[in-house]
């Protein structure tokens, strides 16, 4: 530590090594550099981690190099706001049932910002190159996600509950409702750009909600009813294919004899009644779904639903 004003923070962890017949771990080193301000509500930092390896009777853990990086301010109301950024070069987990995590290249920016009008606003940028789920490999995987006029102040109150371990193990209806009430304030949630090439083919969309400016009606339905809603999904047939032929064998109460086959049979019904569309700019199948006023729609035309007894 340098205390001069402001407060120097440098920790260094040499690379270490830990063997027993139990687990057998390979840790590479870590470097962090923190520069403190003298009220101690300003920081600047960054992390680099070498990697680690950690070897069980029943998992493998690998990490190569993540860098880290943040710089921002503490508000009046006890927010941090500022930018981060963090690449990691690669990771995987494998367990005994050989079913394996992994994925390389990962970086992600976020960007909180604080607003004259009492809101935090933010902007998430997540990009991975190749992620692998059980052999199954996604490319080119986006998500961009902004989220504007979130209430400082109930963000405040859900944080000091997310700070008791009673919440963190045994969540209650006070916290609940604590992120209603920061949602029903006339925030809004966008997806603005989800992208990911599948093994079945490439699926783009963006989600767009926004909530009414009712902070003292915090129930569940009551927000989701009060909320506007606008969805537009881009999919390959294949992937399309694929999504429904994959509800059809896992159906609680009984699976699809042929889930491929009804899985088309479904599809052809979405296309001839409107609810999926075709355009020949391009091979995607496309849905829009919009909800306001308490009304539903898909492509333009009133969703009207049935309950059968």
Not at 196 to 217: C, D, E, H, Y
Not at 224 to 252: C, D, R, W
Not at 283 to 307: C, E, M, V, W
Request: include cysteine.
């Amino acid at each position: 530590f340098k205390l001069n004003g402001k407060t120097d923070l440098h920790v260094d962890s040499s690379p270490l090594s830990l063997q027993n017949p139990e687990i057998d771990i390979n840790w590479r080193g870590l470097k962090i550099r923190s520069i403190y301000s003298p009220s101690y509500n300003e920081i600047k930092s960054k992390v680099e981690f070498a990697g680690f390896d950690v070897k069980t009777k029943d998992r493998d853990i690998h990490l190569e190099e993540t860098i880290s990086s943040y710089q921002g301010n503490k508000t009046s109301n006890g927010i941090w706001v500022g930018e981060r950024s963090l690449h990691c070069t690669a990771f995987s987990t494998t367990n005994d049932n050989n079913r394996t995590i992994a994925f390389d290249n990962l970086n992600i920016h976020n960007l909180i910002m604080a607003s004259e009008q009492d809101h935090i606003n933010t902007a998430t940028i997540i990009d991975i190159a190749n992620l692998n789920i059980n052999g199954a490999t996604y490319s080119q995987n986006k998500l961009d996600l902004a989220t504007n006029k979130i209430d400082q102040t109930g963000l405040t109150k859900l944080c000091q509950q997310l700070a008791s371990s009673k919440v963190i193990y045994a969540p209650t209806s006070a916290l609940f409702d604590a992120l209603m009430a920061i949602l029903n304030n006339g925030s809004e949630v966008n997806i603005k750009q989800l992208d990911t090439t599948t093994p079945w083919g490439r699926l783009i969309a963006n989600v767009k909600m926004s909530f009414a400016n009712q902070p003292n009606n915090i129930g569940l339905f009551a927000a989701l009813a009060g909320s506007t809603v606008n969805t537009n999904i881009k999919a390959e047939p294949a992937l399309a294919l694929h999504l429904i032929e994959k509800f059809y064998q896992n159906m609680p109460l009984k699976p699809a004899s042929n889930p491929a086959k009804q899985a088309e049979i479904l599809l052809a019904e979405w296309q001839k009644s409107g609810k999926v569309i075709t355009s020949s700019e391009d091979p995607y199948l496309h849905l829009a779904f919009d909800y306001k006023d308490n009304r539903p729609s898909i492509n333009g035309k009133q969703l009207i639903i049935t309950f059968k007894p």
